[in-house]
DNA sequence: CGGGATCCTGGGCGATACTG
DNA sequence: CAGTATCGCCCAGGATCCCG
């Protein structure tokens, strides 16, 4: 039995959770990949992540930055400049984050299959029933 | 530069996003995590994860279980007993995911302290606009 | 015991308009 | 360009009741 974070001692999770909702919300992951490639700007971020509003994109950047993950820098010229970047704090998380991502990559196709045949499945019992 | 799972080609980004969401909701994590200790009946779940109700915990399980990240076993007897546990692949999920909350439990401290900092940095520009 | 069915509310999120 | 402010929709998820 390989050692399991989980495992140690309860508390731990319901701080993880917070950690959960910071990354698991819609946008945040998505934009912390983004600065994964180097810093860059408000409109470039909105231009590349697909379907962001400017909003939840001000939104999520904030977060991200209040909880050091993320570090912005604004140039006091017009029109404005700001440049967002990952921190230290901020790449470590996405080595982390990476971890998930890489797994969801390799085993889709064993998800697909499962989830179409349990969808066959309980359609199958459903015929039984109106039967 | 190290290996990015992030950066090989964008499509792998919208679909890590099904994992996450699957992952990042409020309860599947903890579910997961509770199975990580072997075999449990429902109640046995419901009574250790704090807080759930018993709708958001079937509706979990039920999604857990179409993806093929948990096993559902109906014992035909009065009164009825169901054991879940986690398939194989569930439990590399466990360990892709343990990756994320060690994260969490080792930067605690750093995300506290940067939230702290950024709080009275904010308050004091609000207190200067308002003088 | 292990669920379904139904109802209801909070807040996450999008759309739009305005600003330095 | 990089936001802020306001409004309103939608649905995840909680509460409650019932059932085999």
Redesign the interface.
Known sequence: M?P????EHRP??C??????DR???KWS??VI?ML??GTKRFTELKREIDGISQRMLTVTLRGL????IVSRTVFPVMPPRVDYALTP?GA??????????????A??D??D???A???TRTAELDALRSS
Chains 1, 2 share one sequence.
């Open positions: 390989e399991n974070a989980f495992r731990s999770m701080r993880a959770r917070e950690i959960l990354v698991g919300d992951l998505q990949a994964g490639e930055e209040r909880d050091g704090l470590t998380l996405l080595d982390a984050a990476s971890a998930l991502v890489g797994w969801a990559e085993h889709l064993e998800i299959a499962a989830r045949d349990y969808d």
